[in-house]
Nanobody
Framework: QAQLVESGGGLVQAGGSLRLSCAAS????????MDWYRQAPGKQRELVAS???????DYVASVKGRFTISRDNAKNSVYLQMNSLHSEDTAVYLC???????????????WGQGTQVTVSS
C-alpha cells in the first residue's frame, strides 16, 4: 500500500524558516500533482502550494514570495521551503499526491499524516 511520510515541522520564531519534506513509498507506480495543504484549529483545510509532474507550480496568495514548492520525481518526493514565517502560518501541514497505485491499479488520492508547524510571535 502506498503511503506519504512528512518531516520537517517544528517550532520557529516569526521571521524564521522551515523546510518540509514528503516522500511517497510503497505500491505506487506514478505520481501526478503533489501538493501541500494546511489546517489550522477551527479553520478549513487550505491548499497552500501545488506542483505538477512537469514542474508547474501554484501558490495561495498569502504565501507567494515566501514559500517555494519543489519536487524530485526520481525520489517521489515533494518539498516546501517556508521563509519569513508569520504566526498565521501556524497549522498542521499535510502532503497530498494524486498517484497511480499498483494494488489495485488505479489513480487515487494519497495523504500524509501531517506535520505540525508552530510560529511564535
Amino acid at each position: 500500500q502506498a503511503q506519504l511520510v512528512e518531516s520537517g515541522g517544528g517550532l520557529v520564531q516569526a521571521g524564521g524558516s522551515l523546510r518540509l519534506s514528503c516522500a511517497a513509498s510503497g505500491s505506487i507506480a506514478q505520481i501526478g500533482d503533489m501538493d501541500w495543504y494546511r489546517q489550522a484549529p477551527g479553520k478549513q483545510r487550505e491548499l497552500v502550494a501545488s506542483t505538477s509532474r512537469s514542474g508547474r507550480v501554484d501558490y495561495v496568495a498569502s504565501v507567494k514570495g515566501r514559500f517555494t514548492i519543489s519536487r524530485d520525481n526520481a525520489k517521489n518526493s515533494v518539498y516546501l521551503q517556508m521563509n519569513s514565517l508569520h504566526s498565521e502560518d501556524t497549522a498542521v501541514y499535510l502532503c497530498h499526491a494524486y498517484g497511480l497505485g499498483t494494488r489495485p491499479v488505479k489513480w487515487d488520492h494519497y495523504w500524509g499524516q501531517g506535520t505540525q508547524v508552530t510560529v511564535s510571535s
